[in-house]
Structure formats: structure tokens, C-alpha cells
């Protein structure tokens, strides 16, 4: 299997010890992913990791892990916000090819790539080129998805007033970070709360690599109020 872009014998080997078993199709549709990525990347800045071995670790295990500490079945509606080369929503996909993934960027460059290359995997997904806070506002997306990921820089507590609003009752935000401060981390249990969610768990794990993570899940307790989402400039104005 170690014929492609990747080391597809690694990348079963570490999915393995996250406890995500993968069988032949997702790791050879893995390894067209990194293709893809690495290609597309010549032209159009997705990402700065571009090492076969790196992009195992820090794209594919790293949003992968969602699947260890965040039950996913066949059929659930997920969402990920601001996706941008697709992650996690993609390797999610791939791992779960029945969920309803909906892949969320207003970057439409971003998504444009990642709809061709999701087309290539034959996998089946939505695409939302817009904003999570417009997203929120439409019945289409508001309180619609039992899990709603986010692997971004932004504050947590800008994170949730994205992402909670999109999340139904007794469905999950999951966010995922690098180090997070307990300044940060308490904000954004504030915030979550004035959105309907509390923080359910707050996993601190290390990727294969050594790099430290951290997984903020929360779980929605009751409906989002609808002044929730506020408008973009006052969520970055006046963070909650």
C-alpha cells in the first residue's frame, strides 16, 4: 500500500492507535486527498503543510481525532465551519462516508477545491460558500446539525457564537486547538453559555509528532436565543 503520495501503511498505522479503523478505499482515498492538496496548493494557497508525512500528522490524525472523542454514526448531520482546505470535515468524510457532511468556507477558491476533490474521492457533500454567522440566520442551516466542527485561530469565544447557533438540541460543537489559555477557555464557556451550550468535555492530547492539542466539546442544552448570531463586525467588536 506504500505506492502514493503518503505512507498509506503509516497512515493506517496511526489511525489505529487513535482507535479509528480505516479499511483500503479510505486510506488509498486519503492518500488522492494529499495529492490533490499538494497539487492544487502550487497554485492556490491552501495550506503551508505540504510534507507527505506532515500532512498525515497534523491534517489527517489531527482532524481524525474528532472520531475518538466525539461519537459520529452513519446519517448524523455535521458541519464544518470554516473548513478552508477541508479539515476536519474532509477526513471525516472519508472515515464516515454515510454522514451528511455539510463543508462551510466563505472562501469560495477554497471551496472550489475541495468540491472538485471531494468529486474525485466520490463522496457525496454539501458546500456553503458563505459565513457561518449568515449561515445561522437561514432555516436551512440554523439548529440543523448534531455535530459542528471548527479547527481555527479565532477565540473560542467567537467560535461558539459561530458555531452554536448551527448545532440542534443535544447536538455538539467540537473545537479544536493548539494551546488555549484558561482565560480563553473560560470566555468561552461564558459565551457558549449565553448560546444554549455548556462545555461537556476538555480533552488534552498530543499528536503523534509531540504537538500539543486541545478538544473543547460542547454540548446544546436548549435552543439558541435568535439574537444570536450577531452580524460579523460586532461579534469582532464586542466578542461575547
Do not use: W
Not at 505506492?3 to 496511526?14: L, Y
Not at 470554516?82 to 472515515?95: K, N, R
Not at 448545532?167 to 460543537?173: A, I, N, P, T, Y
Amino acid at each position: 500500500m506504500d505506492v502514493g503520495f503518503i505512507s498509506c501503511e503509516k497512515m493506517k498505522n496511526m489511525s489505529e492507535e487513535l482507535g479509528v479503523s480505516l479499511n483500503e478505499t479510505a486510506i488509498l482515498r486519503f492518500d488522492r486527498y494529499a495529492s490533490c492538496l499538494v497539487e492544487t496548493n502550487k497554485a492556490v494557497n491552501l495550506t503551508r503543510i505540504t510534507e507527505p508525512d506532515d500532512i498525515i500528522v497534523k491534517h489527517f490524525i489531527d482532524s481524525l481525532a474528532v472520531c475518538k472523542y466525539c461519537s459520529l454514526e452513519d446519517g448524523m448531520k455535521v458541519c464544518d465551519v470554516g473548513t478552508g482546505a477541508g479539515f476536519p470535515g474532509v477526513p471525516l468524510l472519508i472515515a464516515y462516508p454515510e454522514l451528511k457532511m455539510t463543508l462551510m468556507d466563505s472562501t469560495r477558491k477554497k471551496l472550489d477545491f475541495i468540491r472538485a476533490a471531494v468529486g474525485e474521492l466520490n463522496l457525496k457533500a454539501e458546500f456553503a460558500p458563505m459565513r457561518a454567522e449568515d449561515a445561522a440566520r437561514t432555516d436551512h442551516f440554523r439548529e440543523q446539525f448534531d455535530v459542528v466542527t471548527a479547527r481555527a485561530v479565532s477565540q473560542l469565544n467567537v467560535l461558539c457564537e459561530y458555531c452554536v447557533p448551527l448545532v440542534k438540541k443535544d447536538g455538539r460543537f467540537v473545537s479544536l486547538k493548539g494551546k488555549i489559555t484558561d482565560e480563553e477557555k473560560q470566555k468561552g464557556i461564558r459565551a457558549a453559555a449565553k448560546l444554549g451550550a455548556k462545555l461537556e468535555r476538555d480533552i488534552k492530547y498530543f499528536l503523534p509528532d509531540g504537538s500539543e492539542r486541545e478538544m473543547l466539546v460542547f454540548i446544546k442544552t436548549e435552543k439558541t436565543t435568535k439574537i444570536y448570531p450577531r452580524p460579523s463586525a460586532q461579534i469582532s467588536k464586542k466578542p461575547l
